[in-house]
């Protein structure tokens, strides 16, 4: 059944990298103009009172054991990338907690499935872990939008075109995790954390090139919105690093494939 947006007003491990596709390899990227160049500087002067460095990146892949992300105490962690075959509620990748410490792991019946994350600080603490399904009557609500923010930490279930979709998303004031289906089994989790600031969102299509995110320094990106089909190894979605800037993009051979990340 279609779940449609609500009408209310509402540690060191190395990365290992997966081969990018055509839509967003680093060497394609331009470089960021002058202008992008001063107003990054200008945020980060303005926001130096809160340092929010990510870590580096940490990766899983079907068949492979949970990947440790450090100690939960004063960080929490986020998707960069999710890709693979979800054909339903077999297929999932998820940040969780377990024994005092941060963990990205998943499971599949089909092929290709991936995640990656990063951790950044959370000196405040973190909130509890957000779920919406497809059973859901309506949008989860994670409290207000002041002075927090949320992105995804686990998705799950069959994605097969442009009415999938699961977003962390601000509304009326509040926090929200909803999403929309047509097939089964489709399921987002989400935490959030206390920030001074945070960015709007920036989106990315398939078949086009990454979008600049902004400089790395002091400054985390994360997913907060996944949808299309997914059908291999080949769709995904990520944010990630390249020569000092964050950048979002991904990469499909199916339709419909997107993302969106917030900047906080």
Same mark, same amino acid.
């Given at each position: 059944?279609?779940?449609?947006?609500?009408?209310?007003?509402?540690?060191?491990?190395?990365?290992?990298?997966?081969? /990018?596709?055509?839509?967003?390899?680093?060497?394609?990227?331009?470089?960021?103009? %002058?202008?992008?160049?001063?107003?990054?500087?200008?945020?980060?002067?303005? *926001?130096?009172?809160?340092?929010?460095?990510?870590?580096?990146?940490? +990766?899983?892949?079907?068949?492979?054991?949970? $990947?440790?992300? &450090?100690?939960?105490?004063?960080?929490?962690?986020?998707?960069?990338?999710? &890709?693979?075959?979800?054909?339903?509620?077999?297929?999932? @990748?998820?940040?969780?907690?377990?024994?005092?410490?941060?963990?990205?792991? *998943?499971?599949?019946?089909?092929?290709?499935?991936?995640?990656?994350?990063? /951790?950044?600080?959370?000196?405040?603490?973190?909130? @509890?872990?957000?779920?919406? +399904?497809?059973?859901?009557? #309506?949008? $989860? #609500?994670?409290?207000?939008? $002041? &002075?927090?923010?949320?992105?995804?930490?686990?998705?799950?279930?069959?994605?097969?075109?442009?009415?999938?979709?699961?977003?962390?998303?601000?509304?009326?004031?509040?926090?929200?995790?909803?999403?929309?289906?047509?097939?089964?089994?489709?399921?987002?989790? %989400?935490?959030?954390?206390?920030?001074?600031?945070?960015?709007?969102? @920036?989106?990315?299509?398939? *078949?086009?090139?990454? %979008?600049?995110?902004?400089?790395?320094?002091?400054?985390?990106? %994360?997913?907060?919105?996944?949808?299309?089909?997914?059908? *291999?190894? &080949?769709?995904?979605?990520?944010?990630?690093?390249?020569?000092?800037?964050?950048?979002?993009?991904?990469?499909?051979?199916?339709?419909?494939?997107?993302?969106?990340?917030?900047?906080?």
């Amino acid at each position: 059944m279609s779940k449609l947006r609500h009408v209310l007003f509402a540690l060191s491990m190395p990365a290992v990298l997966w081969g /990018c596709g055509p839509e967003d390899l680093p060497s394609e990227l331009s470089e960021p103009t %002058a202008a992008v160049v001063m107003e990054d500087a200008s945020a980060t002067t303005a *926001g130096q009172e809160q340092e929010l460095t990510a870590t580096g990146e940490y +990766t899983w892949s079907q068949g492979k054991v949970a $990947t440790p992300l &450090g100690a939960t105490t004063g960080q929490a962690c986020f998707l960069t990338r999710v &890709g693979g075959d979800f054909e339903g509620g077999g297929e999932r @990748v998820d940040i969780y907690a377990s024994g005092g410490s941060w963990y990205l792991s *998943g499971a599949s019946a089909q092929s290709g499935i991936h995640g990656a994350s990063r /951790c950044a600080p959370a000196v405040d603490g973190y909130s @509890v872990q957000y779920e919406w +399904t497809q059973a859901s009557s #309506y949008p $989860t #609500y994670m409290g207000t939008a $002041t &002075g927090r923010v949320c992105f995804l930490t686990g998705l799950a279930g069959k994605l097969n075109g442009g009415g999938e979709w699961v977003h962390a998303y601000v509304e009326g004031g509040s926090w929200y995790l909803s999403g929309n289906t047509n097939q089964t089994s489709l399921r987002a989790r %989400a935490r959030c954390i206390n920030v001074d600031s945070y960015e709007n969102e @920036v989106a990315w299509n398939q *078949g086009n090139s990454a %979008a600049l995110l902004g400089a790395v320094t002091n400054r985390s990106c %994360a997913l907060t919105y996944v949808k299309g089909k997914f059908e *291999g190894s &080949g769709e995904y979605v990520r944010t990630f690093q390249s020569n000092g800037y964050w950048y979002l993009g991904g990469n499909s051979s199916q339709v419909s494939v997107s993302g969106r990340s917030r900047c906080f």
